[in-house]
């Protein structure tokens, strides 16, 4: 059975107490949860502005985190902690941004050698950088840039990304995801990336696919690396089998089918219910929760909007013996009607 679904019905925040910074402190700390996560996302939607001052701070820290690793950021680092700086070092340059509680002085030259772009649930972005090429972000996705004289490199930290590459034959454009690289000239493709799981769609152009192992030092780039795969346009490419590292699975694939996101869209072709689940609760704080494991395996087909998830329950009740068991807060359950 196929559901073509249109809906209209949309969760309401619960709004939160906490101010900015106390949010920021809580996700940035090792003990985070996903919960924590959700719960962000409803407090950010209940209250705009005090978000927009924790984004503000969360890209300040990131920022300083990413900068701690390069030697020069570290030297500067070091003489601040041990209250010796050197002005020449710490003023330098026309402009500089303040880091705030640290007092390092950061040119925007500096800043922009290592850019972060990152979406929260249910956002989208797209991002135009200094060479031409173009980014698009899926849901909660985040991207760290590197560009040099010599290569382009980019690390896909989770979720994911449309690349649309402009051409530059002198610098390799190259993107890092769990141990795989994925490397190409001018072309568009989308990498998707769920923990040491890589997925990678080619639309036009060619993309060849490395495995890297250790993708934080990754190894040159040169023609004489030999590639696991190389894809042609319709082609899907998927990694991240644990029991065979450095093994690639190649197919053809349907580009308007694996690239609805983009357009607000799920597209489901007899899939497990467990895993339609999974997919639309990729893009919404209000999670569907299946209570009731005789249901995780109803196929499913059809086209639903990403942003809906209980437009999609009721749907789904609709046509399977499948109830909702709760609906309220976070969660809608779903549970096998009476009599399945």
């Not at 002198?170 to 690289?181: D, L, N």
């Not at 934080?216 to 190389?230: E, K, N």
């Amino acid at each position: 059975m196929s559901l073509y679904l249109w809906p209209h019905v949309k969760s309401q925040p619960v709004a939160r107490p906490e101010d900015a910074a106390a949010w920021v402190a809580r996700l940035m700390s090792d003990q985070c949860t996903q919960a924590d996560r959700s719960a962000y996302e409803q407090w950010a939607s209940a209250h705009p502005a005090e978000a927009e001052q924790a984004e503000a701070m969360r890209r300040q820290m990131q920022t300083l985190s990413l900068l701690s690793s390069d030697p020069l950021i570290a030297r500067q680092l070091n003489r601040v902690r041990n209250h010796t700086p050197d002005r020449r070092a710490l003023f330098g340059g026309m402009a500089a941004a303040v880091i705030v509680g640290v007092g390092l002085m950061i040119t925007p030259a500096l800043i922009q050698r290592h850019p972060v772009y990152e979406t929260r649930i249910g956002e989208t972005r797209t991002v135009k950088l200094d060479d031409g090429s173009v980014l698009l972000l899926n849901s909660r996705s985040r991207v760290r840039i590197d560009y040099s004289d010599t290569e382009r490199r980019i690390w896909l930290d989770e979720g994911q990304v449309r690349f649309e590459v402009a051409k530059d034959r002198h610098r390799p454009f190259r993107v890092f995801a769990a141990t795989e690289e994925v490397r190409a000239l001018g072309t568009v493709f989308d990498v998707r990336r769920d923990g040491a799981r890589v997925q990678v769609l080619l639309e036009e152009g060619s993309v060849a696919i490395f495995y890297q192992g250790d993708t934080q030092r990754p190894a040159s780039a040169t023609p004489q690396t030999r590639a696991m795969a190389v894809l042609k346009p319709g082609q899907s490419a998927e990694t991240g089998d644990p029991g065979h590292p450095g093994a690639v699975a190649v197919k053809a694939a349907d580009i308007k089918v694996m690239g609805a996101w983009r357009f607000g869209l799920m597209v489901m072709e007899d899939r497990p219910l467990a895993e339609a689940v999974a997919e639309i609760n990729r893009y919404n704080t209000r999670q569907i929760v299946l209570i009731d494991p005789t249901i995780a395996d109803i196929r499913i087909s059809g086209v639903f909007q990403t942003g809906r998830p209980e437009a999609f329950a009721e749907a789904v009740t609709a046509a399977f013996p499948v109830e909702i068991a709760h609906q309220g807060g976070d969660t809608v359950q779903l549970r096998a009607a009476p009599g399945i």
